[in-house]
């Protein structure tokens, strides 16, 4: 086989750039969308909702990001129970504080000294939060879930909720051996009924622990998991990227997908230097994302002059997500040359008549 034969057989082996992948994975069950704060997460995750919305019986949107934008990017008001998305008839959303204070379905008593409690361990607070949504979850009927998750170090920490409640499980039991009765005691010292007591809590724990255990099996079943990272074409996305899948890799979930949001695309006469600038550095970390990641489907969506925000937008715009897009070449007409020939033939007579006074000014002098 020639080098050239070679060549052609490496680009053939190049995955498609786009999303493509994952619609037509039937059996995919969750689907995460994270990266670093503000690279476009929320556009991405309600776009791909909408997409597997035409090809799924019925999905799910969830956004465990503290400060929601799923609201604003559909125009319309979500809370923590899933809500209809105006215009269909099988996509829902709904947005979810990682908040202890969130949980339903116990007394107040229990509740205030659950709060207590889960305050005693770090990262507890979330990982019961999260327990408590997916218990909600696996009693409704949809075909896929999508998560826009919270920014990169949030995101790891979700991950790594299981172990967070084994830890806290095993640290209480260590307390309960420790100290006998000595919580029985203090609870029925201040009037607690005994179905509030320790024995209440480690039982509420471990199920919440049986639940995220669960499901925790299905996150490192790659038929069943996929993790979307997006991110910019900048170093400091370049570098959480890497720690992302670098993380995601050792908790054992699968990842084959890379959006790469806000491209700058030469389709049009860009006399600017500072775009031109822009242009040749966002160059130089794509060949970077194409280096590291040969393997994963790269998405790359070009940056557009507004936001993308409501349900017509985010459709209009989705086609980028299944057919890579392609820049405009429409500049090559005759009267695109002919206008540009102008802008240059101006630029000259201005650089010319700047180049005259530096002349004049330095005889002056």
């Not at 809500?83 to 229990?110: H, I, K, Q, R, W």
């Not at 099996?217 to 570098?239: M, N, W």
């Amino acid at each position: 086989m020639t080098e050239e034969d070679q060549d052609q057989d490496q680009e053939l082996e190049i995955p498609e750039g786009s999303v493509r992948n994952i619609l037509e994975q039937d059996s995919l069950k969750w689907v995460f969308v994270g990266g670093k704060g503000g690279v476009g997460k929320t556009t991405c995750s309600s776009i791909l909702s909408i997409l597997l919305a035409e090809v799924r019986p019925s999905v799910l949107i969830i956004s465990t990001d503290p400060a929601h934008n799923l609201s604003d990017a559909f125009q319309q008001r979500f809370t923590k129970t899933p809500t209809l998305v105006n215009g269909f008839s099988n996509l829902y959303a709904m947005e979810v504080d990682p908040s202890v204070e969130e949980e339903t379905g116990s007394t107040e008593g229990m509740d205030s000294l659950f709060s207590e409690l889960a305050n005693a361990i770090p990262g507890i607070d979330e990982a019961m939060s999260f327990a408590e949504m997916l218990k909600l979850v696996q009693t409704m009927d949809y075909s896929c879930i999508v998560f826009d998750t919270a920014p990169t170090g949030h995101t790891l920490r979700l991950l790594q909720f299981p172990s967070t409640l084994e830890k806290g499980l095993d640290k209480m039991m260590s307390l309960k051996n420790k100290f006998g009765g000595m919580i029985n005691q203090m609870t029925r010292l201040f009037g607690i009924d005994d179905e509030f007591g320790e024995d209440a809590l480690l039982g509420r724990l471990e199920g919440m622990k049986d639940v995220i255990e669960r499901v925790n099996k299905q996150f490192k079943d790659p038929d069943l998991t996929t993790f979307v990272c997006v991110c910019i074409p900048e170093f400091l996305s370049l570098y959480e990227t890497e720690r992302l899948v670098q993380e995601l890799t050792k908790f054992e979930i699968d990842t084959h997908n890379i959006i790469i949001n806000q491209v700058l695309y030469d389709d049009e006469d860009v006399e600017s230097k500072l775009l031109r600038a822009r242009m040749r550095m966002q160059q130089k970390y794509l060949d970077q994302f194409y280096m590291l990641y040969d393997d994963f489907h790269i998405t790359k969506l070009p940056l557009l002059p507004e936001e993308v925000t409501g349900i017509e937008a985010l459709k209009a715009f989705s086609q980028h997500f299944v057919t890579p897009y392609q820049p405009s070449t429409s500049r090559d007409t005759v009267e695109d040359l002919e206008r540009r020939v102008s802008t240059l033939r101006q630029q000259l007579q201005e650089a010319e008549a700047e180049l005259e006074r530096l002349r004049k000014g330095k005889q002056v002098a």
